[in-house]
């Protein structure tokens, strides 16, 4: 394995901090954006941007507490070195951190192109975990695109300067461009050492949001805070009754899937279920501090969590049925086919104290109130604004655990 300019790895004090977001900024020009549609139908109702907006009471008191050590390392490596890392499992390319479109074949290719060309390509993030072995945080599909070719999993296609490679595969290309290619093109990689602060080492995660598709938090968390909790995060996330209470059908064209909140409300279930009318903060460093916390939650622990959640989603079906988490609109008396987060924390911890037997014998009734709740503007309040503010969290949740309880009597 050929790997040059290696540096010792370095401690980054507060001050080196700072220049290293200033230096990510510069890496984040260079890198193109990947085009999604805008005008692409949503199954759940807030924006990515509503649904990250976030609450916080003293965030600069927080960090100020928080000044720790970021430990880095940077290694140049030729595509064959990542191609090998990959191969050998050394670098995990795991699906499960990003649910996205990937780069199609013609994007590849110009991908090879610049290193055919010696464009300079943007450094890749890399997170070393406990065993020494390394997740992508930034360049998933920089680093897709050379391994495939390299295994010879696509042609090239639509190059421009290169036009004579078009239509061949690696092994295809003459000697001379499969030596470059191999031995001569570099990419560089910056790695976030296991012996960084946690916190300080997600707030790396939180600003490489470069390449081509920004990370929402979810999809951070999975690769900031891997371990059996977030395994059987994603895993009841992808269980065929909770994509059914949430209405997916078709996982391509469902932005709960892509975007991953699915998961996220997995984990909102679990970190809330014990505390939500205490809450208190912000919403995503409580999402945040739980993951952090218990990542490596015993199996016993974990399996325990899992029926919890499980039991609360038979319940929720039993008691909304196919309106589960979808707002009543009282001027069309109709329900809006997209789930609503926030609908979402209301009913899934209100059900907690009833049977499920017992609402699913009251479910009209229930259905009935939840339709009253939003000609209710101390609700609609609840469900529409600042939704990730406490006292709203706490309100919608109130409001319908209290419906429910006079329903069934």
Known sequence: MRITDVNAPKVLMPYDVDHFWSNLQEIRGTVEQ???????????????????????????????????????????????????LVKNKQIDLSPNYQRR???KDERKSQLIESFLMNVPIPNIF???????????????????AISDFLFGRFALTGLTVFREAN?????????TLQTILETRANLRAVIILRQSDP??????????NTGGIRLNPQEIRNS??????????LEESLSSEFHKLLGIRDKSRSAIYREMRDAEFVLRYLTFRNNWDTFAGGMGRKLDNFMAENNDMPQAEVEKARA???????????????????????????????????????EIFAVSGFSEDTLREHSREIIAGVQSLFSDAKFRR????????????????TMMRDMISEKVG
Do not use: C
Request: glycine residues 4%.
């Open 34 to 84: 990947i085009e999604f549609s805008t005008e692409e139908s949503r199954d759940i109702e807030e924006s990515e941007a509503q649904l990250d907006a976030e609450y916080e009471e003293d965030p600069i008191g927080f960090w100020e507490a928080k000044q720790r050590d970021l430990l880095t390392s940077v290694l140049d490596y030729n595509l064959r070195s990542l191609t090998d």
């Open 101 to 103: 479109n990937r780069w």
């Open 126 to 144: 890399l997170n070393e975990d406990a065993y020494g072995h390394y997740s992508v945080i930034d360049g998933k599909q920089r680093l897709t």
């Open 167 to 175: 239509g061949l595969r690696f092994d295809e290309l003459p000697a």
């Open 199 to 208: 916190d300080i080492k997600y707030q790396v995660f939180q600003r490489l």
């Open 224 to 233: 900031a805070w891997p371990g059996r909790l977030n395994d059987m995060i």
């Open 308 to 346: 919890e959640f499980r039991a609360s989603v038979s319940k929720a079906r039993a008691a909304f049925g196919e309106n589960a988490f979808q707002r009543w609109s009282p001027d069309k008396e109709s329900w809006r086919r997209q789930v609503l987060a926030s609908l979402y924390d209301a």
């Open 382 to 397: 609840a469900v529409d604004a600042a939704t990730n503010t406490p006292s709203y969290f706490r309100d919608r949740i």
